[in-house]
């Protein structure tokens, strides 16, 4: 998609400050953080949503949800971590390239 933002931070036509990636995602620090930790995970391939997943997908969600953990880790959250997807303009979702949503810290504010 040559519209799409993310995939102009995976082209590396956008900068984006990477904390992570691998042949399947990359992983970067939101421009606008809702807590002191705020990354954003999402496939290399353009997927616009939770809409779009297919069966032959399902390891990339496997890849991605098994590394929240791990990222939240490196990060320090010790204590734990939030996860949202938004899908869809009802979702909240304003840019349409599947991303997961981890956050976490100290300022992290409860529902
Ligand atoms: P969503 O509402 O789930 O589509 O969230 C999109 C997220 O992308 C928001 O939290 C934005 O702050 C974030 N965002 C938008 N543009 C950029 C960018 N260039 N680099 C990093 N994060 C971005
Ligand atoms: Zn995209």
């Given at each position: 998609m040559s519209d799409c933002l993310f995939c102009k931070?995976?082209?590396?036509?956008?900068?984006?400050?990477?904390?992570?990636?691998?042949?399947?995602?990359?992983?970067?620090?939101?421009?606008?953080?809702?807590?002191?930790?705020?990354?954003?995970?999402?496939?290399?391939?353009?997927?616009?949503?939770?809409?779009?997943?297919?069966?032959?997908?399902?390891?990339?969600?496997?890849?991605m949800i098994r590394l929240l953990p791990k990222l939240a880790r490196e990060q320090g959250l010790e204590q734990g971590f939030r996860t949202i997807i938004n899908t869809g303009k009802g979702g909240g979702q304003i840019i349409f390239h599947l991303h997961i949503h981890l956050l976490g810290g100290p300022d992290l504010r409860g529902f």
């Open positions: 931070i995976i082209a590396g036509e956008v900068p984006a400050d990477k904390v992570y990636e691998d042949e399947r995602v990359v992983v970067f620090k939101d421009i606008n953080p809702k807590a002191r930790v705020h990354l954003l995970v999402i496939p290399r391939i353009h997927l616009a949503s939770l809409e779009d997943l297919e069966p032959e997908h399902d390891e990339l969600v496997g890849h």
